[in-house]
């Protein structure tokens, strides 16, 4: 009998199917981690980059040297970091006073695929324990008056009061618990006082007044007031990666309110328009519009900036563009001169290395009358023209000189805009305390 031969030409594409299976598999799962670590890279970004705006809306101040606030990540999730790889980490951010300057540094742990270098040491110097402001709500509600103050009305004609807005820190949008007191009786001449209050969740109560005049004979009731645009957390800043969209909505980390005194709540009628572009490094503006009845037009405006996110790549080594030895026969540099043996005319070669991007710290918190540095820098470090520039854009704010040094001037949020020689940009968010 004919002993069957193992290595049938069925069983050779049979096991290369299997293999082939197995290779396919092992290099999906590959580009499946490379492509989760990437996305956690940036998320450790954005996580970063909204820090800033944890510590000023939560009204936590870092004053001694050396003095640290340690950050959940779960603080940040869905009110300043809108990502649903979120739920993949657990981390904190470290925010520390060094020099006057606060600086911010993330550590996130996400599965078994990415950990940042030092999660989970111990850090030293002095912690601020602050009680967060959303846990522990101390800032009184705001209250904007509708229409005119002082308000003029006619002898014995129908008064209409035309109310009063009121957002609060925490709980946002409370202008339904708004209570008045006082009358305004248009039978007698004289001057009337008009009271509103609210309070919070947290028992935090704010009033405001408003006079109403009334006058003998005719006043114009013409509707000459504009809408009330009102911007819940007016403080926030949104500071994105690239290709990540703002979060615009009403209900947002831009959250916003229209009233008007005619006709009242008009926030659906907002018009937002966004001049930014999401897969371009910078700060961007959105402008809200809103118009009443009476066609009274309101604007307001915020910003927000784009920023790159992946990691730099280390710069690599560029060759020599006029290596030692060669075409005259010597061991000599060859110059754009006629060589003393007799060869041809070697013309000097100039090689330009642009700048591709700029490093520096992506944000900067100083007191009023602090100053610190930027330590921007371009990349790749070997590039020809390493020249910046900086401007503020808003110097009422913050100042910035030529070396990158900026100075606070006043309580606020701005950006340093910092500009390379070939028009690279990079944004730098601001706050001063």
């Given amino acids: ?26 290099a999906s799962i590959i580009i499946h981690r490379k492509s989760m670590i990437k996305k956690y890279t940036i998320l450790e970004s954005q996580i970063n980059n909204a820090a800033p705006n944890y510590i000023s809306n939560e009204d936590i101040e870092l004053k001694e040297e050396n003095e640290y606030r340690k950050i959940p990540i779960s603080a940040l999730k869905n009110k300043y970091v809108y990502n649903s790889n979120m739920d993949d980490c657990d ?39 602050t009680i967060a402001q959303s846990e522990n709500d101390t800032k009184a509600p705001e ?20 109310g009063a807005t009121a957002t609060d820190n925490v709980d946002k949008n409370i202008t339904k618990n708004i209570k008045v007191e006082g009358t305004v009786d248009t039978t007698k001449l004289g001057e009337y006082k008009l009271v509103y209050s609210v309070a919070d969740k947290a028992g935090n109560t704010a009033t405001k007044e408003r006079k109403v005049v ?9 509707d000459v007031n504009p809408p009330v645009i009102t911007f819940t957390k007016p403080n926030s800043f949104q500071k ?9 909505s009403s209900s947002g980390v831009y959250g916003f309110t229209a009233y008007d005194d ?29 118009k ?9 405006s915020r910003t927000y900036s784009i920023v790159d996110c992946t990691p730099q790549p280390t710069p690599q080594p560029q060759p020599n563009p006029n290596p030692s030895g060669g075409g005259n026969g010597g061991g000599g540099t060859p110059s754009s001169g006629t060589s003393s043996g007799g060869g041809t005319t070697r013309p000097e070669i100039n090689i330009t290395v642009n700048v591709t991007s700029i490093s520096s710290v ?72």
């Avoid at 009334?214 to 013409?222: A, F, L």
């Avoid at 994105?240 to 615009?248: A, E, S, T, V």
């Fill in 262 to 290: 005619k006709d009242g709540n008009i926030t659906n009628n907002v018009t937002v328009s966004d001049t930014g572009n999401i897969n371009k490094v910078g700060t961007y503006t959105v402008n809200y519009s809103i």
């Fill in 143 to 162: 209250i904007k008056l509708l229409g005119a103050d002082p308000m003029t009305v006619a002898k014995d004609s129908e008064f209409v009061d035309p």
């Fill in 91 to 129: 981390g904190y951010v470290i925010a520390k006073n060094i020099n006057n300057n606060v600086s911010y540094k993330t550590y996130i742990k996400c599965k078994k695929l990415y950990v940042t270098e030092g999660y989970g040491s111990t850090e030293t110097g002095i912690e601020n324990k």
């Fill in 214 to 222: 009334v006058i003998e004979g005719v006043v114009e009731n013409k």
């Fill in 292 to 300: 009443d009845s009476s066609d009274n037009v309101t604007t307001a």
């Fill in 1 to 26: 009998m004919e002993e069957e031969k193992f290595w049938t030409k069925t069983r050779i594409i049979a096991i290369a199917v299997v293999v082939g299976i197995i290779l396919i598999i092992v």
């Fill in 240 to 248: 994105l990666c690239l290709g990540q969209k703002p979060d615009l």
């Fill in 362 to 433: 992506d944000s900067l918190t100083l007191y009023v009358g602090g100053t610190g540095s930027l330590n921007a820098s371009v990349l790749p470090s070997n590039a020809t023209n390493k020249s910046l520039t900086y401007k503020s854009i808003n110097t009422g704010i913050a100042t910035v000189d030529g070396n990158g040094i900026v100075r606070g001037v006043s309580r606020g949020e701005t950006r340093i805009i910092i500009t390379s020689s070939n028009n690279i940009q990079k944004a730098v968010y601001i706050v001063v305390k």
